[in-house]
């Protein structure tokens, strides 16, 4: 009777000790993981010095991409360096633009820094028309108070040469909620592009 005890604590002692072992290395395991998982958290993080050369896309490279878009496109809007040169057709006043993107040529090439051809003709072709061999607008100003600078992008689909992310854009001192954005990129070469027209966009 002696001896099955004894049997009995040296298994049931056998038992513990294994179930501890393999607890202690799961647990180990996992912390290794973890410890895995936040370096190539860490390494994700792309430093952007050329947002019209971004190579490698994702949640850190996308908002500097965004800016820069953001800029050509207001630009663009904004009549490039500004003239005082109008005419009127029909009623509405237009205005030319500057000469550095005073063609349809200049100003493709001027966006398609930051979007694809497709993207910018969309745009051109919709908001600017030829006079008298210059590209000119409607003689207005446009505007966006969002603060794209501040936008985080969250990966909604993907493939080697096209993504698509969720924009959320805050809003001046959070007057209001965020905007939610869905924007689409391609990859032009070996360069990053935005594949959503601006207006639709900005």
């Given at each position: 009777m ?5 049997l009995?604590?040296t298994l049931?002692?056998?038992v513990?000790g ?6 202690t290395g ?10 895995t998982?936040?370096?190539a ?6 430093v ?9 896309l ?7 991409l965004?800016v ?7 630009y663009a809007?904004?009549?490039g360096k ?11 006043q ?6 550095d993107?005073?063609?349809?040529a ?6 398609k820094?930051a979007y ?6 969309y745009f051109v ?7 008298g ?5 409607l ?5 966006n108070?969002?603060?794209f600078g ?7 689909s993907?493939?080697p040469t096209?993504r698509v ?15 939610y954005?869905?924007?689409?990129f ?9 594949g959503?027209?601006p207006?639709a966009?900005?």
């Amino acid at each position: 009777m002696k001896r099955n005890k004894r049997l009995t604590f040296t298994l049931t002692a056998a038992v513990l000790g294994l179930s501890m072992s393999m607890s202690t290395g799961a647990a180990a395991a996992g912390a290794g993981n973890q410890q895995t998982q936040g370096q190539a958290q860490k390494a994700e993080k792309v430093v952007v010095t050329d947002p019209t050369a971004i190579t490698k896309l994702n949640s850190t490279s996308v908002p500097p991409l965004i800016v820069e878009a953001e800029k050509r496109y207001f630009y663009a809007m904004g009549g490039g360096k500004g003239s005082t040169d109008v005419f009127e057709i029909n009623g509405q006043q237009y205005r030319y633009l500057s000469d550095d993107i005073g063609t349809r040529a200049k100003l493709m090439d001027y966006l398609k820094q930051a979007y694809t051809e497709k993207a910018a003709a969309y745009f051109v072709d919709k908001y600017f028309i030829s006079h008298g061999g210059r590209l000119a607008q409607l003689n207005a100003d446009t505007g966006n108070i969002l603060e794209f600078g501040k936008a985080t992008a969250k990966m909604l689909s993907m493939t080697p040469t096209q993504r698509v992310y969720k924009l959320c854009v805050p809003y001046p001192e959070h007057l209001q909620g965020p905007e939610y954005i869905t924007v689409k990129f391609e990859k032009v070469g070996d360069h990053w592009r935005v594949g959503t027209a601006p207006h639709a966009v900005f």
